[in-house]
């Protein structure tokens, strides 16, 4: 007898929500950094984008 697959980690939801917000995060942070060369500000503009884009592409994507 087979056992019962296991479900996965995370949805597929989640996972294109996430990848999308990483990405938008990344896209952010390289285009602060390209405009001050300040590294400090472009990670808190990529999280910045990327933690507010969250709410925003789960409620979108469906």
Known sequence: MSSPP???FIS???A???V???IIGLIFG??????D??????????????GLSI???RSLIR
Request: proline share 11%; net charge negative; hydrophobic share 55%.
């Open 30 to 35: 390289g285009l602060t950094f390209l405009s």
């Open 12 to 14: 597929m939801h989640t």
């Open 55 to 57: 709410p925003v592409l």
């Open 37 to 50: 060369f300040s590294a400090p500000g472009a990670v808190l503009a990529g999280l910045g984008a990327a």
């Open 6 to 8: 296991e479900p996965p």
């Open 20 to 22: 999308t917000a990483a």
């Open 16 to 18: 294109v929500v996430l």
